[in-house]
Structure formats: C-alpha cells, structure tokens
C-alpha cells in the first residue's frame, strides 16, 4: 500500500521542480570514477547544495541495470530513508546523511559492481539535480609462472621454435605479458619472434592469460636469460610482477676445438703421467678423435681426454684431435694441434770411475757430467758437506783427510725433481803419521807408579805399530783399536828408573816414531812435578779430609775419658798419667770406648821397649 502512495508523492514533487525549475537550481557534485579492490567497500558520495531553501528533500540512488534500465536501490526524504527490497544490493548498501549530502555505502563489491551510479536530489520549488559515478573494481592477477621447453632448440631451424610459456591466472581488468631477453623486452617480428596470447575468462569473471614465446634462437642465446612480466591496472596506478629467468639448451655446430695440457704443470719430464684434453664448441660436444701428427693411428682416449702414463723422450712430438661436425654442410670437420716435449736427464758419468789411488802430496781433477735437455747444474758433496760447484772437482796436495767418497748431483733448475748422481772413491796412499809426533813427551812419576802412553797413527797401507821399552821391564799394551788406515795403542807401564818408550809405526812407505821421556822419583821425595793438575788436587783433597775425620775422632776420644774422670785436667784425687821416670820410662797413654778397653801404648822418646809385664802394670796403674 505504501508504494502507490511514495510514487504519488513523487510525481506531485516532479510537478512542483517542474514549475519552479526556472527559478531555483541545485549544485550536485559526485565523482566521475571511484576504483576499489575487489571484497572491500565503496564509499560513493552525493554532495548537492540549492541556490534557495528548499521546503523538502529527495534523494534517491539509482544503478544500471541489465539492459541500460535504472534500478533503484534507495530513497530518502524529510519522513523516510530506506533501502529498496529486492534488488542484488538490497542487503549491501547503505546510506548516511549530513549536511553536505548523501554518501552510499557499497559493502563486499563483487565484479558485477563495475557499474554506473546515479544519484538524483530534488529539491521542490528550490531545484532539482543528478548525477553520476562510475565503479571500478579491481582484482590483482596471481604471480606469473614461466616454463622453458626442456628439450632443447637447435639453432639450424628454418623459423622461430617456442621455447617458453608464461601465464598468470584470476585477475580483473585482462593482464598484459611481455617478454624479455636479458631484462631487455622482446616484441614479435616476422621470421624472428612470434608470441601467441591466449585470453579465457572463467566463470568468477576473472582473466586467465597465457602467452608462448616463439623465438628464432642463435649460439649467443646458450647463456641468455628469458623472462616474463605481467602488467594489470590497480586503483590509481598500473602494478607489474615479473617471473624468474629460464635458460634454455641451443643445440649449435662445432666451429672451433681448444686443445691444451691438463697435467703436470711447466715442463714435462721423464716418468711424468701427461693428461691432454680437447673440447669443441658445439653443443651437444661432438666426438673427439686423437692421434699423433704424421701416424695413422689413433690415440686411446675417452670423453675428450688423452693420458699418456710414465712418458719418455720417444714420446715428444706433435698431437692432434678433431672433431666431426655433423650439423655443418658437408659435415665439416674441425681439429688443433699442440706440441708435447718430454724433457730428460741421463745418468751421470764420472770420471774416474768408481775409484782412484793417490799418493800423499799429489792432485787430481774428477768430472761428473750427465746429458740432459735442459741447462743442468752439478754440486760436488764429501760426507754430506759441499765440496765443490761445477761438474769438474779439483784434489790439491792430497792428504789422508782428502780420501773418502765424493758424491756429485746434477740437477736441472728448471725442472724440479729431475735429478741424477754419482760418485768416486778416493784412496790416499802414504807413510805413516803419528798423531803429535813433532812434539817431546816428557813425564815425571815417582817409582813403582803406572804411566799409560797412547799412540794414534795413520797411513795406508795401514801401518804396523810397535813399543820399545827401555829402562822398565814391567810393561804391556793394554788397548789395540784397528781400522782401515788408523790403529789406536795404548800401552801401560810401571815406573822403576828412568824410561825412555817409542811407539814405532812402520808401512810400506815408511816409519815415523813417537818418544816419551819419564823420569823417575823415588818414593820419599816428594815429586816436583806431577802428571796431571787433577792428580795434584785429588791427593790434597783425599789428604784434608783424613786430618779432619782424625781430628774429630781424637777430639771425641779424649772429650769421652774427660766424662770419665780418666783425664785430671786439673782435677784432685786423679792419677797421673806419666810416671816419675819421664826421661827413660816409656809415656803410656789409656784411652777407652763405652764398650772396650783396648789400650794404646805410645813408646818413649828416649826409652827401651817395655816388656809385657812392664805393659801391663803400666796398663793397672
């Protein structure tokens, strides 16, 4: 019932703007467009102002519908504000007011929202107004996702090949891809790049977009990044996601092969293990073949490498590989060299050989030489010291030390770990040579003492070695040590005069002696000169240390018979310890331990030997 009654009432308020149209305006002012997300609100506002006061208002919202017909969704005047039932708004929209107008609230906008909004304000006699504002709504498209075509494209096609798809999914307007090649934006050409868009739009309302690259590919695309980027309008702006970057596998001919040594580094020497590798430029890698420069047969190798194990000089030369190219016309082959030289370095020979006699005074000149290709270097040793530089070794005024072995090692400076060596003996012939045979021995010993002589001497042959001993038949040698052209003696004897000793050294190029000169002491003299300074102070020490045990133990005896009332000292009623016949009597003196009595009789100065009964009454006085 109500409702005839509203559109009465509205007719009578459209007759009256009618009539007083001429005389009142409105000013209404509404936005052209307003943009909003997907799933929020939209705030629409109607703001209206009249050039008179009007005695009523009227405000009432309008959307297009199906068709271009206006729908309305909501009516307000001075008595009402309602929201029309039945329409798809009916339970979304809502309507404040205020002094400057109306605003319409549009809760949880749907796609279908993309739609014009009018609002239509009357005022009566004061005016009459409407307007518009269209809706914009907004739904961000998911992240692009890109795929390369995983088997690979050969650069020997006649047109361009896809090799990659991008696509993103659900988004409102229609998104936009572009591709690019290294972050630099690839747009289609005839016989170069073709992109095929295919748009579907799903039942939500939402775009689907997917796009294939279709691209004539080169060799220089092998490292080359492609990528792709979605564009989609967002309210106010235009937003981009790009997707990661795809490599794709370009199939191209060999048009060149590198060729270089792997293994050992710098020069290649006798016994080194040698590693060569060869490698194409095309891809797939084409076989390689290897085989020596003027020979027919090939090489073992695998994968594009060559090993040649413990290497000799039979093995330098020049070494090729090739590779047959079956994607080039004529199936073109390509191929490189390079050439390989094993260095050497022979045994060393030395001259003289093995060994080699001298004589004492005379020289000698040794080499030591060994063939190599490369500059060498020689270093002379002698019992692990260096001895000379230089392959050639000089021996001057030869002397027993100049014997022994001498050593020589060539090396080659360039080429660490290429060595070689040998040797020679040296033997140096002579008479004998006692070690300060120059020098006079002279000793000087008290009689029945012992003296030990040592005698060292060298020569080669190795000399014989003798004692002669004069003035003292108590004699023999107690040490005897032999080597090669040494012989050590050590010979003791026992002094009873004057003795003159020689050790006689004799091979067949001669005799040296050695002399010792001693002289004898006999045994109360005290000796003027002593052997050797450490004899001297043992004797004093071992003599100070008897005097002091001595006098500690004399001090303890006659302290202990003091205890005992033995000695007067002083003393009354003690007896007295010599006798009244001092100048013939012998002195006795008692003296006795804790547990003894054993008596110590001292003879007289002047006096006779006692007899045993004259002891022992002594001894019970």
Not at 160 to 176: H, L, Q, V
Request: glycine residues 6%.
């Amino acid at each position: 019932m109500a409702r005839p009654h509203t559109s009465l009432l509205l007719f009578a308020f459209q007759l009256c703007a009618f009539s007083w149209q001429a005389r009142a305006l409105v000013d209404l002012r509404m936005e052209d467009t307003l943009e909003v997300y997907m799933g929020e609100s939209a705030e629409i506002p109607c703001l209206y102002t009249f050039t008179s006061e009007p005695s009523m208002v009227m405000v009432q919202w309008f959307v297009r519908g199906p068709g271009g017909n206006r729908v309305r969704i909501s009516y307000s005047d001075l008595t009402m504000q309602k929201v029309d039932e039945n329409t798809s708004y009916s339970n979304r929209i809502s309507v404040r007011s205020n002094k400057d107008g109306e605003i319409l609230t549009v809760q949880d906008i749907m796609l279908s929202d993309e739609k014009e909004f009018f609002c239509q304000v009357s005022g009566m006699a004061a005016g009459n107004g409407e307007g518009k504002t269209l809706l914009k709504v907004f739904d961000p498209p998911e992240p692009p996702v890109i795929e390369g075509i995983l088997t690979g494209v050969y650069v020997s096609g006649d047109g361009p090949s896809k090799i990659a798809s991008c696509e993103t999914r659900d988004g409102f307007p229609k998104p936009n891809i572009t591709w690019y090649r290294d972050h630099i934006a690839i747009y289609p050409a005839i016989g170069l790049v073709n992109i095929v868009t295919l748009v579907t739009k799903e039942s939500s309302g939402l775009y689907t977009v997917q796009s294939d690259l279709h691209y004539k590919v080169t060799k220089e695309d092998k490292d080359a990044h492609f990528s792709c980027e979605v564009s989609y309008f967002v309210p106010g702006t235009v937003s981009m996601s790009e997707s990661k970057g795809v490599n794709i596998t370009v199939y191209y001919p060999t048009t060149s092969i590198e060729m270089w040594r792997e293994s050992p580094e710098g020069f290649v020497k006798e016994g080194d293990t040698v590693e060569i590798r060869c490698q194409g430029d095309g891809n797939p890698p084409a076989p390689i073949t290897f085989n020596r420069e003027n020979s027919d047969v090939e090489t073992d190798s695998y994968d594009g490498v060559l090993i040649l194990k413990e290497v000799s000089r039979a093995d330098s030369g020049v070494y090729e590989c090739h590779s047959l190219n079956m994607d080039a016309p004529d199936h073109e082959e390509v191929g490189e060299s390079m050439q390989l030289t094993v260095h050497y370095l022979d045994p060393a020979v030395v001259m003289p050989k093995e060994s080699e006699v001298m004589l004492k005074g005379e020289s000698l000149t040794a080499t030591c030489n060994a063939l190599s290709s490369l500059e060498t270097s020689t270093v002379w040793f002698k019992d692990g010291v260096m001895a000379e530089k230089g392959h050639i070794l000089q021996l001057h005024d030869a002397t027993f030390d100049t014997a022994g072995q001498y050593d020589c090692e060539v090396t080659v400076p360039s080429l660490p770990g290429l060595t070689t060596s040998g040797s020679v003996h040296i033997l140096v012939h002579g008479a004998p040579q006692i070690k300060d045979a120059e020098r006079e021995i002279e000793l000087t010993e008290k009689v029945g003492g012992w003296v030990n002589l040592t005698c060292e001497v060298r020569g080669v042959p190795r000399p014989v070695v003798t004692w002669s001993i004069s003035g003292s038949q108590s004699w023999r040698e107690v040490v005897k040590r032999e080597t090669e052209d040494q012989v050590y003696s050590i010979a003791m004897l026992k002094v009873s005069t004057d003795t003159l000793a020689i050790c006689n050294s004799t091979n067949d190029f001669g005799i040296e002696i050695k002399s010792y000169n001693i002289r004898s002491i006999p045994f109360s003299q005290t000796p003027t000169a002593r052997k050797t300074s450490a004899d001297n102070s043992g004797v004093i020490i071992v003599v100070i240390i008897v005097s002091i045990l001595l006098l500690a133990i004399l001090g303890s005896v006659f302290y202990f018979l003091y205890k005992k009332g033995k000695l007067p000292c002083g003393r009354s009623g003690k007896q007295e310890i010599t006798k009244e016949k001092t100048n013939k009597d012998d002195i006795v003196v008692e003296m006795k331990a804790n547990k003894t009595e054993d008596s110590v009789l001292l003879k007289a100065v002047n006096g006779d030997k006692k007899t045993a009964t004259d002891q022992n009454t002594a001894l019970s006085s």
